[in-house]
T-cell receptor, first 112, second 113 residues
Framework: QQPVQSPQAVILREGEDAVINCSSSKALYSVHWYRQKHGEAPVFLMI?????EQKGHEKISASFNEKKQQSSLYLTASQLSYSGTYFC?????????????FGQGTTLQVKP | KAGVTQTPRYLIKTRGQQVTLSCSPI?????VSWYQQTPGQGLQFLFE???????NKGNFPGRFSGRQFSNSRSEMNVSTLELGDSALYLC????????????FGPGTRLTVT
């Protein structure tokens, strides 16, 4: 089941904040966040594991609500370089750990 | 460390032909996952290989297959190409698979005419 991301698109001015949400109907073991710029490969931003462990970039923060199977990515004091499409990828537990199912993406545009 | 490399970067094939794409993971990574990206369907999981064994498989027809070698390099093969197979094919490597971060290669842009 594909996770659902919201909003689908966001337009910000430099310095503004944004929150991107990712929601799944299935029990999750981990949530992965990626950013993809046009014509480029997705770049790893953050991974959140069941139990609270997080790994990722210092300037990126995210949360993972295990009870609700939801994750949120917080982009603060946005910069022009934050523009791109953000994807969340979810992985279940057990044998499906290597299978990431991605949401449809959230397009973020940061304007000067 | 060198990143994930994929070859070729661009490919044009005719309907009915077959194609093989190659992925070299980051040194030390044992898991390689393959994804298909299209404007309509987004990023879709094809399969994952870990230590030469297919560990997970997505919902793609049997025309899509893959393998992994002892040096962790991976190949995916698509037989009897269809127009709908036109897409960006991405591979991602990881040390641990889904428990750890995945690093994507630049992708192979496949066009089927």
């Amino acid at each position: 089941q594909q996770p659902v991301q919201s909003p689908q698109a966001v337009i910000l001015r430099e310095g503004e904040d944004a929150v991107i949400n990712c929601s799944s109907s299935k029990a999750l073991y981990s949530v992965h966040w990626y950013r993809q710029k046009h014509g480029e490969a997705p770049v790893f931003l953050m991974i959140l594991l069941k139990g609270g462990e997080q790994k990722g970039h210092e300037k990126i923060s995210a949360s993972f609500n295990e009870k609700k199977q939801q994750s949120s990515l917080y982009l603060t004091a946005s910069q022009l370089s934050y523009s791109g499409t953000y994807f969340c990828g979810t992985a279940g537990s057990g044998g499906n750990t290597g299978k990431l199912i991605f949401g449809q993406g959230t397009t973020l545009q940061v304007k000067p | 460390k060198a990143g994930v490399t994929q070859t070729p970067r661009y490919l044009i094939k005719t309907r009915g032909q077959q194609v093989t794409l190659s992925c070299s993971p980051i040194s030390g990574h044992r898991s390689v996952s393959w994804y298909q990206q299209t404007p309509g369907q987004g990023l879709q999981f094809l399969f994952e290989y870990f230590s030469e064994t297919q560990r997970n498989k997505g919902n793609f027809p049997g025309r899509f297959s893959g393998r992994q070698f002892s040096n962790s390099r991976s190949e995916m093969n698509v037989s009897t190409l269809e127009l709908g197979d036109s897409a960006l094919y991405l591979c991602a490597s990881s040390f641990e698979g889904g428990y750890g971060e995945q690093y994507f290669g630049p992708g192979t842009r496949l066009t089927v005419t």
